[in-house]
T-cell receptor, first 113, second 117 residues
Framework: TQLLEQSPQFLSIQEGENLTVYCNSS?????LQWYRQEPGEGPVLLVTVVTGGEVKKLKRLTFQFGDARKDSSLHITAAQPGDTGLYLCAGAWIYNQGGKLIFGQGTELSVKP | DTGVSQDPRHKITKRGQNVTFRCDPISEHNRLYWYRQTLGQGPEFLTYFQNEAQLEKSRLLSDRFSAERPKGSFSTLEIQRTEQGDSAMYLC???????????????FGPGTRLTVT
């Protein structure tokens, strides 16, 4: 059973379209991180959210942490081919489990020109 | 400023051989984590260190796996008597000391791709 469920698992869209990726759990996390990973490379940190209801923006990417700190979403506006990659959400319980990350299975995004 | 580095980037070995991977964290990061990632999945936690102390090991880490961080700086992950099921990407991450009010963040290295034939 996956503790963090990401949806969709695969997404293929045209350049210029908008998209949203969801990350859901029945557990409450201290923080949630979003990463982007390219083939053969390690994940690259995009953002960390820690407060319920928090919204953070990174250029065309908008991240939201659910009020109950159980879920999160990533919204990309006007997607570009350079956004192609594997998007991973990861939750952490900081103060009683050393900050180890629990990952979702990832969302493979393909943006076609 | 260098990020997390891992060596080697790729390793091909025959079943039954031992392999060792190295991770150099970002300097002054006291926490170091090892994860394993198989194709089409997110990374799975293996173990972590705070300074030189190994504080947690996942049940995924069988007796054939051992990790060390002898001086609280670099870390090694050794797999003995490798099996085909060990084929995966092994990722190392580090994070700075937790300070109240600051956001906890982990930074990953490029990974070591292990193929067991």
């Amino acid at each position: 059973t996956q503790l963090l469920e990401q949806s969709p698992q695969f997404l293929s869209i045209q350049e210029g379209e908008n998209l949203t990726v969801y990350c859901n759990s029945s557990s409450v996390f201290s923080s949630l991180q979003w990463y982007r990973q390219e083939p053969g490379e390690g994940p690259v940190l995009l953002v960390t959210v820690v407060t319920g209801g928090e919204v953070k923006k990174l250029k065309r990417l908008t991240f939201q942490f659910g009020d109950a700190r159980k879920d999160s979403s990533l919204h990309i506006t006007a997607a570009q081919p350079g956004d192609t990659g594997l998007y991973l959400c990861a939750g952490a319980w900081i103060y009683n489990q050393g900050g180890k990350l629990i990952f979702g299975q990832g969302t493979e995004l393909s943006v076609k020109p | 400023d260098t990020g997390v580095s891992q060596d080697p980037r790729h390793k091909i070995t025959k079943r039954g051989q031992n392999v060792t991977f190295r991770c150099d964290p970002i300097s002054e990061h006291n926490r170091l984590y090892w994860y394993r990632q198989t194709l089409g999945q997110g990374p799975e936690f293996l173990t972590y260190f705070q300074n030189e102390a190994q504080l947690e090991k996942s049940r995924l880490l069988s007796d054939r796996f051992s990790a060390e961080r002898p001086k609280g700086s670099f870390s090694t992950l050794e797999i003995q008597r490798t099996e085909q099921g060990d084929s995966a990407m092994y990722l190392c991450a580090s994070s700075p000391p937790l300070i109240a009010g600051e956001r906890p963040e982990q930074y990953f290295g490029p990974g070591t791709r292990l193929t067991v034939t």
